[in-house]
């Protein structure tokens, strides 16, 4: 992260610049792999809107990939 100081009348500030590679405060583990899930869907025709955070938490604590993921919840897959 970079930082950058800057001198107030009384004390030194030190501000930090967001990086791209830091993750954002509501950027979980689970809500880009959700995301990710979604694109997909889209991107084969299939509603995504159906997706349900309790269908998909066990498939992210296992570990699963996003093509088994597909497959599972019975959409097409590419």
Same mark, same amino acid.
Do not use: A, D, R, T
């Given at each position: 992260m970079n930082r950058k100081m800057k001198k107030t009348?009384?004390?030194v500030v030190e501000i930090s610049e967001p990086s791209l590679w830091d993750p954002s405060p509501w950027d979980s583990g689970f809500s880009i792999f959700k995301r990710r899930?979604?694109? +997909?869907m889209? +991107?084969?025709g299939n509603d995504d809107s159906a997706i349900d955070d309790d269908d998909l938490i066990p498939y992210y604590r296992m570990g699963e990939s996003e093509t088994?993921? +597909?497959s599972a919840l019975g959409c097409?897959?590419?």
């Open positions: 009348s009384k004390h899930i979604g694109e +997909l889209q +991107l084969n088994f993921v +597909l097409s897959v590419c």
